[in-house]
Every structure is written in structure tokens, then in C-alpha cells.
């Protein structure tokens, strides 16, 4: 089962996961599991992605992601997100883990700094989702979206998506303009009905 919070629950889920981590030292909730991780760590490794490479978490949450890449080795390591709350937690979670070096900002993906450019790898588990249920204009803030990749993302760079709320054919047609597909990365299964299907969409694009 998934589901995507609006902006302002967001901030409220992570001021008490702030909370909770100051109280008990738990990071809260891996968006999409520990699996979906290291999914992203096997398919890094396969590709042997140079351990220098710049890499940006969009919508990093409680960083938890970062701190996985930074231990696999990973030295280049920018997370953003536009919740002050979940930056403040994933900082917490960053000095905890002894990880200084991991970079985190408050910003808002869909207008982003200048400063945020020449990426070879994004990553995104739920953020897309999140920005597409936006009940306020939803088919400009996707359009957006993609235009943000491309300033941030160099040409022949990485783009990793998780997704619950797309299919492959649908994730192929928003970022069909400017993307090639490179790969599906393989996700749970469910039957329903007699019919299997992907609860969770994984895949691998590189800017053109």
C-alpha cells in the first residue's frame, strides 16, 4: 500500500520524526523500504558508478539514503528537501552516523538554485509522486520537474526513479523528452485476481 502526504503534512511527519529522534535516537520511515535502497546500491555497484561521482537525493527525507551510500563508499553527496523539518532531522541523522561530509540543503526542487547543477547521478524515491498529486496544478509542476532534472542533471547523467504511483509506460512517457530508459530494476510482485502485477516502479533513465 502506498501513499503520498501534501506539503503541509509533510513538514507536520517531520517535525515528529524530529521529535521522536531526539527523544529515542530512530530515524523514523526508509520511503520504500530498506529494499528499495538497495536496489539502488546493487544497480550503483553493477555499474561501477566512480565512487566520486557528485550524486543528488531529491527529497532526502531523513537522509537515511545518503548515509547507505556514504558507507558503500560514495565521498560526493548532496541531499535536498523543502522541509526545513526533514532537513533538521537528516542532519541529526547525518552527525549521528558520523557522515560530515554528506551535503544537505533546504530547497524546493521545482525552482532550484543556481548552485545546484552538474549532477551525474539523481536519485528519487517518491518526490515525483509526491509533486504529482499536487492538487494544484499537477500537470505543470511534472512538466517543471523534468526541466529541474535537466538544469541539475549533466548530459549522459543518471536518473533513478522509485515510484508507486506510475507505471513504466507512464514514467517512460513524462520523461520521454530529454531521457532514454537504460534499464527496469526488478520490484516485488503482487497477484490480484489472477493477474501479477508491480505494487512499486523502479527505473533507470540517462539524460540525453
Known amino acids: 500500500f502506498c501513499f503520498v502526504l501534501s506539503g503541509s503534512s509533510w513538514d507536520a511527519a517531520y517535525e515528529r520524526e524530529l ?10 520511515e526508509v520511503w520504500f523500504g530498506e529494499e ?22 531529491i527529497g532526502t527525507g531523513n537522509g537515511v539514503l545518503l548515509v547507505e551510500l556514504a558507507k558503500a ?26 557522515m560530515p561530509n554528506i551535503k ?36 505543470g509542476k511534472r512538466k517543471q520537474y523534468v526541466r529541474s532534472l535537466c538544469s541539475v542533471l549533466k ?6 526513479i522509485t515510484s508507486c504511483n506510475w507505471t513504466k509506460e507512464e514514467l517512460l512517457n513524462e520523461f520521454g523528452e530529454g531521457f532514454d530508459i537504460l534499464e527496469e530494476l526488478p520490484t516485488p510482485k503482487f497477484c490480484f485476481g489472477g493477474r501479477i502485477g508491480n505494487s512499486v516502479t523502479a527505473l533507470v533513465f540517462q539524460r540525453k
Do not use: H
Open 36 to 57: 528499495s535502497m538497495e536496489r539502488i546500491l546493487r544497480w550503483l555497484e553493477k555499474q561501477k558508478v566512480p565512487f566520486d561521482s557528485s550524486v543528488l537525493d
Open 155 to 160: 548530459p549522459e547523467g543518471f536518473f533513478l
Open 73 to 98: 563508499g560514495y565521498v560526493n553527496l548532496t541531499g535536498i528537501d523543502y522541509s526545513a523539518s526533514a532537513i533538521q532531522l537528516s542532519e541529526k541523522v547525518r552527525e549521528k552516523e558520523g
Open 19 to 28: 521529535q521522536t529522534f531526539e527523544d529515542i535516537g530512530d530515524a523514523g
Open 104 to 139: 544537505l540543503k533546504v530547497e524546493d526542487f521545482l525552482a532550484p538554485s543556481a548552485e545546484l547543477s552538474g549532477f551525474e547521478v539523481c536519485i528519487d524515491k517518491g518526490t515525483f509522486d509526491a509533486i504529482s498529486l499536487n492538487p494544484d496544478d499537477a500537470v
